[in-house]
């Protein structure tokens, strides 16, 4: 009742319940923890850009079909933050422990699935046209990251114990270590110093891969800590539990699903901007690439989402949970608006680095220059909607709406694919044309789930069993 109390005072939009102040305490550590790793991929794509266009184009597109690999899987480890956020909110405790392992279970299973991709890799880069050393860069490329697949899906769920809990500041110090960790591997093992031969994308491969399996046992080792057994559980939760599993599934499984048809769309078109030449090849994915840095510092703000409505839900108040999630819009908004300006007005300051090097064919690169400059003005022209649809499908997300998230995508993932493949084969509506399509695809998904969070359903939405009502 205090929080009631406190809500019909006169309270500031910072300091209120679920306000400002509470939005980013929780938010903020996870924005700047995806802020780490987009400057990681940032400059690891500069650093490959340095080494060849080639290096750099296939690395993106190696990258993007890994990370669809992994979506399914990660989106249920992912999802163990609504687990723990809801326990948590509800005060089980000791279930918190056991919805982690769980998690983790599902990582472990995953790698022979992973691994499995290795051999096949060179079937998966035949969709896109292009000459054979960029085939056999993006082929390499994938099958090492492959090889720290399990353990990026081991650090997700270990990081929910921590996230889930409000406690994002861990998982936001961890993740700048190991993007340091990875930028200085990088550094090291794609150009060679002290004394390692330069392995240009094989290096920048291998470097990920260390600091992925790195970052997993230390956040292993962490959880493991005694007093976190006593209070939460997190030995004696290593073992099998087969209905907490199946919960973990039937709700995470949808948001896995969304993940993939999402990210598998998004390949689908990278792949077939692809077939238009490799000057926009490169354009596309160097565009991309900056657009991480509007897009990632919003899905931290879209996961803080996710767990102050698991949170709120937890404790019974929707109207807080509702709260928290227009309070982090609001931000969202914000940032996007200026980054966005950005793009449009000193596109050159974000476009310097990548060719900061001398390259032999000066004019491909001043075409690449100048099409990534307009390529960037599509990116700005969705970003706003970019930031509704990541803030509202976690805020759904985070009260089990997974559902209809996987049915919605499920339709326009399938509808970007179609739609590029029909610009570029049949209509030949060229490179703008395609951007076009994926511009007007954010927009649509924007508003959808804009209507799906008015319209309310994900208020009597729970993922955990409910204690019974004390007598």
């Known amino acids: 009742m205090p929080e009631r109390n406190l809500d019909s005072e006169k309270v500031s939009w910072w300091a209120r319940p679920a306000g400002g102040r509470e939005v980013m305490m929780v938010a903020l550590p996870l924005v700047v923890s995806s802020i780490s790793w987009t400057v990681m991929t940032f400059v690891d794509r500069i650093f490959l850009k340095w080494v060849s266009g080639t290096a750099m184009s296939a690395a993106f597109a190696a990258s993007t079909l890994w990370f669809a690999a992994l979506c399914l899987p990660l989106g249920i480890c992912s999802y163990a ?180 048809l999402d990210v598998m769309g998004f390949t689908a078109f990278v792949l077939i901007v692809a077939r238009i030449g490799p000057i926009e090849n490169e354009a596309t994915s160097m565009a991309f690439s900056i657009s991480t840095l509007a897009f990632m510092p919003i899905w931290g703000l879209g996961m803080g989402a996710a767990i102050l409505v698991g949170q709120r839900l937890g404790e ?43 390259d032999t064919d000066p004019i491909h690169q001043e075409s690449v220059r100048i099409l990534s400059i307009q390529l960037l003005r599509f990116v700005a022209a969705y970003n706003l909607l970019d930031a509704t649809l990541m803030v509202f499908v976690n805020a759904i997300k985070g009260a089990g709406d997974t559902q209809f998230v996987l049915l919605i995508s499920l339709i326009m993932g399938v509808t970007l694919a179609v739609a590029t493949w029909l610009g570029v084969e049949v209509l030949q509506l060229g490179v703008f044309g395609c951007w076009m399509i994926i511009t007007a695809w954010v927009w649509t998904l924007g508003v959808i789930f804009l209507l799906r969070f008015l319209q309310g359903s994900w208020r009597s939405m729970r993922v955990i069993e409910l204690q019974p009502e004390a007598t």
């Open 316 to 358: 019974g108040r929707d109207d807080l949970a509702a709260r928290a999630t227009w309070n982090t819009l609001a931000l969202a908004i914000g940032y996007m608006a200026v980054i966005s300006l950005s793009y449009i007005l000193i596109p050159n300051v974000f476009l310097a680095g990548f060719f900061a090097q001398v």
């Open 81 to 260: 933050n609504t687990f723990v956020s809801q326990y948590y909110g509800d005060r089980q405790l000791k279930r918190i422990g056991p919805s982690v392992w769980q998690a983790a279970w599902i990582a472990g299973l995953s790698a022979p699935f992973l691994l499995a991709m290795i051999p096949i890799a060179p079937l998966l880069f035949t969709l896109s046209q292009g000459d054979q050393p960029l085939h056999a860069a993006e082929t390499r490329y994938f099958q090492i990251l492959c090889t720290g697949g399990p353990a990026l899906l081991l650090a997700q769920a270990f990081s929910s114990f921590y996230s889930g809990r409000g406690l994002t500041t861990i998982p936001m110090v961890i993740d700048a270590i190991f993007a340091l960790v990875n930028l200085a591997l990088d550094f090291v093992m794609i150009f060679g110093h002290w004394g390692l031969p330069a392995m240009g994308i094989d290096g920048a491969g291998w470097a990920t891969v260390m600091s992925l399996w790195l970052k997993a046992f230390t956040y292993m080792l962490m959880i493991l800590n005694r007093k976190h057994q006593e209070t939460y559980g997190t030995r004696d939760g290593i073992r099998w539990d087969g209905p907490l599993l199946r919960r973990l599934l039937f709700y995470g499984g949808p948001s896995g699903l969304q993940m993939l």
